[in-house]
């Protein structure tokens, strides 16, 4: 067995939703990015994949070879301007925790880090709209990968 980027997702997304609690999830290219008229905290989940990726078992057959693929998890955590960086902090924390040491069969974390930003206008992830001028900002990086056999 293996998994794929999309099995990869479908597994962190469901992880997201089930141990982070506080703060309103988003995920990538979801249309729910609807922002309450009342800036509240939230957290907007994306995956990129480097490119990189290797052979780290050869073997004879079919499914006997296995492919290691490299990609991070990141979490843009948003609070109301005028919170402070410490309720950004607090608010990005549990997302770190839950994933520091997530591992299920072919797909690991390989740790968590959480990176103050500041105000949100400095930082707008793909797809979300320009009102992240109204929040403060870190970002939770969580190096992965995902084994794919053939």
């Not at 922002?35 to 957290?43: R, S």
């Amino acid at each position: 067995m293996s998994i794929d980027i999309a099995d990869a997702w479908t597994l962190l997304k469901a992880r997201a939703e089930a141990e982070v609690t506080g703060v309103t999830l988003l995920f990538a290219f979801e249309d729910n990015y609807d922002l309450p008229d009342t800036p509240a905290p939230f957290a907007f989940f994306e995956i990129v994949s480097d490119g990189r990726g290797d052979f780290i078992e050869v073997g004879a057959g079919r499914a006997s070879n296995r492919f290691r693929n490299r990609a991070m998890l990141n979490a843009f955590v948003f609070v109301p301007v005028g919170w402070g960086m410490q309720a950004a902090l607090d608010a990005a924390e549990p997302i770190a925790k839950a994933f520091r040491r997530y591992a299920v069969p072919y797909l690991k974390s390989q740790g968590a880090t959480v990176h103050p930003v500041g105000e949100g206008a400095q930082l707008v992830p793909p797809g979300l709209s320009s009102a992240a001028g109204n929040y403060s900002a870190c970002v939770v990086e969580i190096p992965l990968y995902f084994d794919q056999t053939d």
